[in-house]
C-alpha cells in the first residue's frame, strides 16, 4: 500500500476516534449547562414565590398588631360592659362597620374579632358571634390565650368552621394606652384569607401543579385542586423530607406524578421574613420532564448532524493533502538508494521550502562534508594527544600525592609527590597492582587496613580513609595520611580509580596546638565563671545589710521624724547600694551574654505601664536638671503584649538613663513608643551632648565610651549599651543610633511582640504600710550573718511578725522539727551545713513535704537558681533582700489577719486650719482632669504632697497611693482614694 494512502487513512482513522470523543464532551458540557439553567431558573422561581407569601404573611401579622394599637379598640373592650344595652349595641354596630372597612381596605382577612379579657367575643365582623365564649372554639382558644399571655400568635393552615375555608388564625393582645405598664385589657383575632395565597398560585403557573405542604406533608395548596386541602399527603413527601433533613433551601429532584409521569420537582422550605418566622412549609413546582428535555434533544440532534458534515469534510480534506504532501517524499527516497549505493555524486534535485525541502538540501550538504570529517578527526586525535600531556603535567605539579589505577587496579599513573611519599618510581610500579605499591595500617590497632581503591572498584563510589592510618613506605617508614579514592567513569562505565592522598604530619601537629589551646581557653572561662560567681556572693552578702537597713530606715521616717537631711543620707545609702548592685547584675548579664546562657522569659505584661514605670524611675533625676522629660505611647500599641518583660525594662533604663545622663540642664529627653504591623519600634530621643560619627560602632562594645572624661562627670561603666544591644538582637530585634555632636542622639529599637487579646490584671505595689499578717506566723530564718539576722529580724517585726532563728543547716533542721514552721528563709552558704544540703534532709521526711522553704542567697547566676529550685526549694530570692520581691512571698505563703481594718482620719484634727481649704481646693481640681493626662494628675498630686509634708499628716499615705496609682495605670482605685480624700 502506498505512503500517501497509509498517510490518509491513519488521519482519517484518528479523526473518526478524536472528533466522536471531542463532539460528546462537548454536547456533555453544553447539556451540564442547560440543566443547570433550567434548574436554577426554576429554583429561582420556586423561592420568589416562598418569599412572596412569606412577605404576605408578615403584612397580616404586622396588620393585625397595627389594628390593636387602636385607642378607640381599647375603649370599646374597656367600656363594653359599662354602658347600658342600647348604647352598647349602637357602638357595637359601629365598630363592626369600622372592622369590615379594614378588610375591605387590606383585602386580607375573612373574619375579625374582638375579645375581652374574660374570653368573651365582644365584637365580630360576623354579628353571630358576638357574645359567644372564645373558649368553644378550641382552635381559636389557642389564639387567645397565646395573646393573653402577651405573645404575637400565628397557627399553621386550618379549616375554619364558620367559613369552612382555610385560615391562619392570627391574635395579637389589646394594651391599655393609659398605665406605664400597659396591661393586657383583650385580644383581636383574625381569619386570614387564604384565597390570596392561592390566587397567588394560580398567576405563576396555570398550567403545571404548584403545591404548598405543611410540615407533616399534607397539602395546604395547590393550582390543579387535584388534591384536597388540610387532607391529602403530597406523594413525595417522603423524597422532598429526605432531602430537606440534609439541607434546608431549595432543591432539585426528578420524581414521578400522580400519573406515573417523570416531573422535574423544584422545592424550598419556608424561611419566614424579619421577626414572623412562618410555619417550616415546603412549595413545591412540577414540571414534566418531557417539556424540560426538549432543548436538549434538539441539541443532541443538531451536534450528531454537524459531527457527520464534519467527518465528511475532513476525510476528503486529508485525502487530498496526503498526495500532495508524500510527492516529494518519494523523489527524495529515489535519491537515497542512490546515495546508499555508493554513488556520492547524487543530488536531490528538490526545489521545495518546507520541511522536505530543507531535509533534500540537508542531503546535499552531508555529502559534502564527508571529506571535511576525516580531515577534521585527524585534527582532533593531536589535540586530544596534547591535552593527555598536559594533564600529566597538571597532576605531577599539584601538592597531593596523585595514583590512578585501571578497571583492574594496576598503575597506570603516579606523580612526583607520590613517588617522594611512597619511595616507589613511576617506571618501576607501572603495571603493578596497587596493593603492592600502596599499603596503610591503622594507628592505634596496628592491624592493616583495606586498600580504598580496592572498595571504590567493588561499590563504584568514592571511599575515603578513617583516621589515624599510616602510610608503609618503600624503605619501611610509616606516615599519618589522609586520602581518597574516587572511580574513573566513561559512558557509564567503570574504566579506573583515581587515589589522592597527603602527609599529616604537619597538620596533627596543628590539631595538638589547637586542642591544647581550647583546653587552655575553657579552663580559664570556668576560672572566670567561678570568680564572677563567687566575687557576686561576697559583694551580695554586705549589699545585703545596706540595702535592708536604709529601706528600713525610710520606712520607719515617720516613727522616728528624721529631718528632711537625713532623708536624704538615706535615699543616697540606698541608690549607692541599688546603683551597685545594678553594675554586678550588668557584669554578671555581660558574662552570661558572652557564655551564650542568656535566655528568654517570654509572659504577657502591661507595655504601657512598664514604659510608664521607667518614666516615673528616672523622673526625679530628670527634674533635677530641669528637662523637658515626657513620653508618648502611639494609640495603635496595644496595652498588653508578650515578650521578655525584664529584658525590656533593662533596656528601656539603659537608653533612658544615658539620655538624662548626658543631656545638659533646659534640654528635652524624649521616649516614643509606636507599632508598624508586628513590631515595636521605640525611640529614646535626646538634646544631649551627642557622639562623633567614628565612635557610633564603637559604643555598643563592653566598657567602651566615648569620651571618658564625659563619663567620669555623667557616671556609668560603659556596659548598658553592650548589654542592650545584647538584649535586642536575643530578642529578634535590631538598635540602631542616629547622632551628631553638639545636638544630640536618637536610639532606635525595633522588636518583634505577640499582642495579648485578654487584659491582664496589674499587681499593685506592695510595702509594709498596707501589710498586716496573723501574729500566729511561724517563721524560721536561717543565715549565718549576724548582721542580716538583725536587719531580716527589724523588717519582720515592722509587719508584726516575731521571727525563730538559725545560724546554720543543723540549727534549721532542729527547729523545723521543733517549732513547724510556716515558712522557712534558708542561705545557701553557712558553716558545717550549708542549705542544700539542709534542705535534702528536710525533704527526705514526709512530713516536712507542705513547708514552704525559700532561697535567701548573694548567688545570682541561673545555673545557681535552677540547683537550688530542683533540690525542693520553692522560691528564690537573691541578696540585697528587695522588699518588694520579698512581701508577695509572705501574702503567698503567711496568714493574713482578717481582723484588720482601716480607720478615718479626721482632717481638722491632722491639719491647719489656713492649709484645710488649700487641701480641699486642689483635692476638687485633682477630680477635674481627666486620668488618661497622666502628666497633668501627676503634677497636681505632687503640689498637694508638697502642700501637707511639713505636718506630719497621715494623709501623706494616701497621696502617696494616689501617685501610685497613676504610676501603675490603676484608675479605679485612684478614683476611690480620691473620693475618701474629698
Known amino acids: 500500500m502506498k505512503f500517501s494512502t497509509r498517510l490518509t487513512i491513519y488521519i482519517n482513522l484518528t479523526i473518526f476516534i478524536i472528533a466522536p470523543i471531542f463532539v460528546a464532551i462537548l454536547y456533555n458540557r453544553t447539556y451540564e449547562m442547560l440543566q443547570l439553567s433550567i434548574y436554577e431558573k426554576q429554583s429561582n422561581f420556586t423561592r420568589y414565590a416562598m418569599e412572596y407569601i412569606d412577605r404576605t404573611l408578615y403584612s397580616a401579622w404586622k396588620n393585625i398588631q397595627f389594628i390593636a394599637e387602636e385607642d378607640t379598640l381599647e375603649s370599646f373592650v374597656d367600656n363594653n360592659y359599662q354602658k347600658d344595652f342600647i348604647e352598647k349595641k349602637q357602638e357595637n354596630l359601629s365598630y363592626r362597620l ?40 378550641p382552635k381559636k382558644k389557642l389564639a387567645f390565650e397565646a395573646a393573653m399571655s402577651g405573645k404575637n400568635y400565628y397557627s399553621d393552615v386550618i ?74 399527603i403530597f406523594p413525595n413527601y417522603n423524597l422532598i423530607n429526605t432531602y430537606i433533613r440534609k439541607k434546608r433551601g431549595n432543591n432539585i429532584s426528578i420524581a414521578s406524578n400522580d400519573n406515573n409521569k417523570a416531573v422535574l420537582i423544584s422545592f424550598f422550605t419556608e424561611n419566614g421574613f424579619l421577626d414572623y418566622k412562618g410555619n417550616d412549609w415546603i412549595i413545591i413546582y412540577e414540571i414534566p420532564s418531557d417539556e424540560v428535555m426538549v432543548p436538549v434533544k434538539r441539541l443532541l440532534v443538531d451536534f450528531a448532524f454537524m459531527l457527520l458534515i464534519f467527518l465528511i469534510i475532513i476525510s476528503i480534506l486529508f485525502y487530498s493533502i496526503g498526495n500532495y504532501l508524500t510527492k516529494p517524499i518519494k523523489a527524495l527516497t529515489l535519491t537515497a538508494k542512490s546515495i546508499s549505493s555508493g554513488n556520492f555524486t547524487e543530488r536531490s534535485n528538490i526545489k521545495n521550502k518546507d520541511e522536505v525541502g530543507i531535509l533534500a538540501t540537508t542531503f546535499n550538504h552531508m555529502l559534502d562534508h564527508i571529506s571535511q570529517t576525516q580531515n577534521h578527526l585527524q585534527k582532533i586525535h593531536k589535540e586530544l594527544q596534547l591535552q593527555k600531556d598536559w594533564l600529566n603535567v597538571t597532576l605531577s605539579s599539584i601538592g597531593d600525592a596523585v595514583i590512578a589505577t585501571d578497571e583492574t587496579g594496576m598503575i597506570t599513573f603516579m606523580n612526583s609527590v607520590a613517588e617522594k611519599l611512597t619511595g616507589w618510581n613511576f617506571k618501576d610500579v607501572e603495571g603493578l597492582f596497587i596493593t603492592n605499591v600502596f599499603r596503610i595500617i591503622n594507628e592505634e590497632t596496628r592491624k592493616a587496613v583495606d586498600n580504598p581503591v580496592k572498595k571504590v572498584l567493588e561499590t563504584g563510589v568514592i571511599v575515603g580513609l578513617a583516621n589515624h592510618t599510616l602510610l608503609i613506605t618503600k624503605d619501611g617508614h610509616e606516615i599519618p595520611i589522609d586520602d581518597s579514592a574516587a572511580p574513573i567513569v566513561q559512558n557509564d562505565q567503570l574504566i579506573g580509580v583515581v587515589l589522592i592522598f597527603r602527609d599529616m604530619i604537619e597538620r596533627k601537629k596543628t590539631e595538638s596546638q589547637l586542642y591544647e589551646a581550647k583546653e587552655l581557653a575553657e579552663s580559664a572561662n570556668k576560672a572566670k565563671s567561678q570568680f564572677l560567681a563567687n566575687m557576686s556572693h561576697e559583694i551580695r552578702t554586705p549589699l545585703n545589710s545596706i540595702v535592708g537597713f536604709s529601706q528600713i530606715l525610710l520606712n520607719k521616717q515617720k516613727e522616728y521624724m528624721f529631718p528632711p537631711s537625713f532623708r536624704e543620707y538615706l535615699d543616697n545609702i540606698k541608690i549607692s547600694g541599688e546603683t551597685l548592685t545594678e553594675l554586678i547584675d550588668n557584669i554578671l548579664d555581660l558574662a552570661k551574654i558572652e557564655a551564650g546562657k542568656m535566655e528568654l522569659n517570654l509572659e504577657p505584661f502591661n507595655l504601657k505601664f512598664l514604659v510608664q514605670g521607667i518614666y516615673q524611675i528616672n523622673k526625679a533625676q530628670a527634674l533635677q536638671k530641669k528637662l523637658d522629660y515626657h513620653f508618648f505611647i502611639n494609640d495603635n500599641v496595644p496595652e498588653f503584649i508578650i515578650s521578655d518583660r525584664t529584658k525590656f525594662n533593662q533596656i528601656l533604663i539603659n537608653l533612658t538613663g544615658n539620655a538624662i545622663k548626658f543631656t545638659p540642664k533646659g534640654k528635652e529627653v524624649k521616649i516614643e513608643v509606636n507599632r508598624d504591623n508586628s513590631w515595636l519600634m521605640i525611640r529614646v530621643t535626646d538634646q544631649g551632648i551627642g557622639i562623633p560619627e567614628k565612635y557610633l560602632t564603637k559604643i555598643f562594645g563592653a566598657f567602651d565610651q566615648v569620651d571618658s572624661k564625659n563619663t567620669r562627670n555623667a557616671g556609668g561603666t560603659g556596659l548598658g549599651l553592650a548589654i542592650s544591644k545584647h538584649m535586642v538582637e536575643l530578642l529578634k530585634g535590631d538598635i540602631q543610633v542616629q547622632s551628631k555632636p553638639g545636638k544630640g542622639s536618637c536610639f532606635t529599637i525595633k522588636i518583634p511582640f505577640m499582642e495579648v487579646s485578654t487584659q491582664h490584671n496589674v499587681e499593685k505595689q506592695l510595702s509594709p504600710d498596707n501589710l498586716q499578717f496573723d501574729k500566729n506566723n511561724k517563721v524560721l530564718v536561717v543565715e549565718d ?92 530570692l537573691t541578696k540585697p533582700l528587695d522588699f518588694q520581691k520579698l512581701f508577695p512571698i509572705l501574702i503567698k505563703y503567711l496568714q493574713k489577719d482578717r481582723s484588720a481594718s482601716s480607720t478615718s482620719i479626721d482632717i481638722t484634727q491632722t491639719l491647719p486650719e489656713s492649709i484645710q481649704k488649700k487641701f480641699k481646693d486642689s483635692l476638687k481640681e485633682l477630680s477635674n482632669i481627666p486620668f488618661f493626662e497622666s502628666g497633668y494628675c501627676l503634677r497636681e498630686v505632687e503640689k498637694i504632697q508638697k502642700l501637707i509634708e511639713p505636718f506630719n499628716s497621715p494623709y501623706s499615705h494616701k497621696i502617696k497611693e494616689l501617685k501610685k496609682m497613676i504610676f501603675i495605670v490603676d484608675e479605679n482605685n485612684f478614683n476611690k482614694i480620691l473620693d475618701e480624700l474629698i
Open 98 to 137: 369600622n372592622l369590615k372597612e379594614k378588610i375591605e381596605f387590606t383585602g386580607m382577612w375573612d373574619l375579625l374579632y374582638i375579645v375581652d379579657s374574660n374570653g368573651v367575643i365582644v365584637e365580630s365582623t360576623d354579628k353571630k358571634m358576638s357574645g359567644k365564649s372564645i373558649f368553644k372554639f
Open 159 to 232: 379549616l375554619s368552621v364558620i367559613t369552612g375555608k382555610p385560615t391562619i388564625f392570627f391574635s395579637t393582645p389589646i394594651r391599655s394606652h393609659e398605665s406605664f405598664n400597659r396591661p393586657i385589657k383583650g385580644v383581636l383575632i383574625g381569619n386570614f384569607s387564604w384565597v390570596i395565597i392561592l390566587d397567588f398560585l394560580e398567576t405563576i403557573d396555570a398550567i403545571n401543579p404548584i403545591h404548598i405542604i405543611n410540615k407533616k406533608g399534607i397539602i395546604i395548596a395547590n393550582t390543579q385542586h387535584s388534591h384536597v386541602l388540610l387532607k391529602d
Open 785 to 876: 550573718s549576724t548582721m542580716n539576722q538583725e536587719m531580716i529580724n527589724i523588717l519582720f517585726k515592722d509587719i508584726g511578725i516575731n521571727i525563730h532563728q538559725a545560724y546554720n543547716g543543723i540549727e534549721a533542721v532542729e527547729k523545723i522539727k521543733n517549732i513547724q514552721p510556716d515558712l522557712v528563709l534558708m542561705d545557701i552558704h553557712m558553716p558545717e551545713m550549708d542549705g542544700l544540703t539542709a534542705m535534702k534532709t528536710i525533704r527526705k521526711s514526709s512530713d516536712f513535704d507542705n513547708i514552704p522553704i525559700v532561697a535567701l542567697s548573694a548567688d545570682a547566676f541561673i545555673f545557681q537558681k535552677k540547683v537550688a529550685i530542683e533540690a525542693g526549694f520553692c522560691d528564690y
